[in-house]
Nanobody, 112 residues
Framework: QVQLVESGGGLVQTGGSLRLSCAASENQSRIKFTGWYRQAPGKQRELVALITSVGTTNYADSVKGRFTISIDNAKNTLYLQMNNLKPEDTAVYYC??????WGQGTQVTVSS
């Protein structure tokens, strides 16, 4: 079964940047990515950013102006560029795609 594989997380200081990537575990001609979510310890998974098939984007208020979601159709890869990171951005980040189960996520830790 196809799975989503997230990468690019890590430990960064406040104000730093990271770029997350998401790809399918198997070669897929086209899967429909829908967005990024995150889950902090003790909290529910929450929406970070959405993207439609025509490139329309939408962001959670907490990340507007700092995060950018994008798709490289040639590479069939979803990205999340995260700038000016804050400690409250610390969470496991998951990408989502239609009819594809959640992946393992990638840990983002922002130190103060």
């Amino acid at each position: 079964q196809v799975q989503l594989v997230e990468s690019g997380g890590g430990l960064v200081q406040t104000g730093g940047s990271l770029r997350l990537s998401c790809a399918a575990s198997e070669n897929q001609s086209r899967i429909k990515f829908t967005g990024w979510y995150r889950q902090a310890p003790g909290k529910q998974r929450e929406l970070v950013a959405l993207i439609t098939s025509v490139g329309t984007t939408n962001y959670a208020d907490s990340v507007k102006g700092r995060f950018t979601i994008s798709i490289d159709n040639a590479k069939n890869t979803l990205y999340l560029q995260m700038n000016n990171l804050k400690p409250e951005d610390t969470a496991v980040y998951y990408c989502s795609a239609t009819f594809v189960p959640w992946g393992q996520g990638t840990q983002v830790t922002v130190s103060s």
